[in-house]
């Protein structure tokens, strides 16, 4: 899981500085596709006696949904805000919201006192990170644009903590995490198919091919295959603490991006937020000593 926010978060820093001159859909749909096909592939080469029923595919079309909700949320908000704020609003939102998520749909009853305070923390922190971009006090000026892309965060955020519980009841009924890779993405590529400009296909990969397959593979691909195994191994809500470590590793990398001012303000939220995720898990491996 360590693995994987340093790959994703440096992707991410990469694809914002590229989205503000080239086309969003594109990179997207070519990277899904490439996933979606790589996946199958794979998927197809394994034996596996899970039985897709009613209440397997009804997942399955979820999943689909809010993987396409998620995704697109992301990328388009690190186009229009800054992404070290993007990233810490999406996690803050996902610790909070998986507690209950968890509890209401794998009925596991009240989670522990601790996840609950420690996810309320992580959400009054992802709400100051709001207010730094709202008062002008992130790396990247504030304006309408921002505040769009910091509503697809929250929307983003939210479709997260989603994923992560759907993705682990399948895990529940004997699906494999191939299985789940090569299944999960139909829906994203059928809205990308809706939103891209058909005609802007070919000239956008003959100009910026390298820079599409670059995003693909530290955003997507190998993001996905490190995660798949993290949301099989531990619990959901240990699965977000995680990631909620991710804003801080953003943050540095956006030293790497000239177009972003470094903020203090940022800086500080993302301390707090990875300050309370360790601490977190720190609980929860002395619950299970």
Known sequence: MALYVVVSAAGEVYAASYFQQADVFVALLLSFAAVCLTFNLLAGHEENNARVTKSSLLIFVSLNLVTAISWIGLFIGLKYAEPAIVV???????????????????????????DIVVS??????????VWISASGNAGVEWGARSSFGLFLAIVAGLSLALTNILIKLLFDRGFSGRQVLAHRFYGVILLLLGLVDHFSIVPEISRHWFAIAAIGLSTIIVPLLLIQEGIRRIEPVTVNMVLSMAPIITFLFQFFDSRIVPSSHTFVGNVLITALAVGNIYLQYRRSA
């Open 88 to 114: 810490a609003f999406m996690v803050a939102l996902g610790p909070a919201a998986t507690v209950w998520l968890n509890a209401l749909i794998r009925r596991q009853g009240v989670p522990p006192g601790s």
């Open 120 to 129: 309320v923390l992580i959400a009054a922190t992802g709400s100051y990170m």
